[in-house]
Nanobody
């Protein structure tokens, strides 16, 4: 079993910055993709950013140039640096990892989610 623990959410003014972190623990052999989703009230959960095990990144258009996703494989941790934040960034942010668990095939990864952290951007 694998657990993901997030930290770093909170309240920030428009134009400000926050950094989210998510650390995985448990029986982990390797982690394929790491990323962040968010869900605002009344909206569906959307993929914000992801980073592969070769450090290839993808971002939703609305955050390009403002958010940066990164990972530390030695710590099984993914980060989301959010700059020039806007009120429309307000949401619950969830980290996500596609994990190859110890003793499992690389062709049978399992998706794990963090508990969610609230981010509020005031105007």
């Amino acid at each position: 079993q694998v657990q993901l623990v997030e930290s770093g959410g909170g309240l920030v003014q428009a134009g400000g910055s926050l950094r989210l972190s998510c650390a995985a623990s448990g029986y982990i052999d390797s982690i394929d993709v790491m990323g962040w989703y968010r869900q605002a009230p009344g909206n569906e959960r959307e993929l914000v950013a992801r980073i592969s095990n070769t450090d290839m990144t993808n971002y939703v258009d609305s955050v390009k140039g403002r958010f940066t996703v990164s990972r530390d494989n030695a710590k099984n941790t993914v980060y989301l640096q959010m700059n020039t934040m806007k009120p429309e960034d307000t949401a619950v942010y969830y980290c996500w990892m596609r994990v190859i668990e110890t003793g499992h095939s690389v062709f049978s990864p399992t998706d794990y989610w963090g508990q969610g952290t609230h981010v509020t951007v005031s105007s």
